[in-house]
C-alpha cells in the first residue's frame, strides 16, 4: 500500500519561513520523480517544485529562488523549504510521487497540509 503523508504545514507570519516534509511508503523511492502541489481555495492545484530521480529540480516562476525542493532517498523523504512567505502562498500544499513505466504514469498523493501565510 502506497502512502505520502505531509507533515511541517502551519501559520507564519509574511516573511517567515516553514519546512514540508513528505515520507512516503510502499514505492521504490528513489526511482520516483517527487513534486509539490498546493491549492488555495476557489484555485486550481497548482504546480510547486519538483525533484527527479536524477536530483533535477523545476520551479514555478512564483517560487523561484524562495523554495528549495530536495530528497532524502535513505530516508524515503522529500522536503520543501520555504522561505520569504508570502500571503498568496497560503493553500494546501500536496506531496506527489510519479513515475512512468512501460508507457504508463503512475501517480500517488498524499492527503495535504495546510500553510497560512498571515500577519
Known amino acids: 500500500q502506497v502512502q505520502l503523508v505531509e507533515s511541517g504545514g502551519g501559520l507564519v507570519q509574511p516573511g517567515g519561513s516553514l519546512r514540508l516534509s513528505c515520507a512516503a511508503s510502499g514505492i521504490t523511492f528513489r526511482a520516483y520523480t517527487l513534486g509539490w502541489y498546493r491549492q488555495a481555495p476557489e484555485k486550481q492545484r497548482e504546480l510547486v517544485a519538483t525533484?527527479?530521480?536524477?536530483?533535477?529540480?523545476n520551479y514555478a516562476d512564483s517560487v523561484e529562488s524562495r523554495f528549495t525542493i530536495s530528497r532524502d532517498n535513505a530516508n524515503n523523504t522529500v522536503y520543501l523549504q520555504m522561505s520569504s512567505l508570502k500571503p498568496e502562498d497560503t493553500a494546501v500544499y500536496y506531496c506527489n510521487a510519479q513515475i512512468l513505466i512501460l508507457g504508463t504514469t503512475r501517480n500517488f498523493w498524499g492527503q495535504g497540509t495546510q500553510v497560512t501565510v498571515s500577519s
Open positions: 525533484i527527479t530521480s536524477r536530483g533535477n529540480t
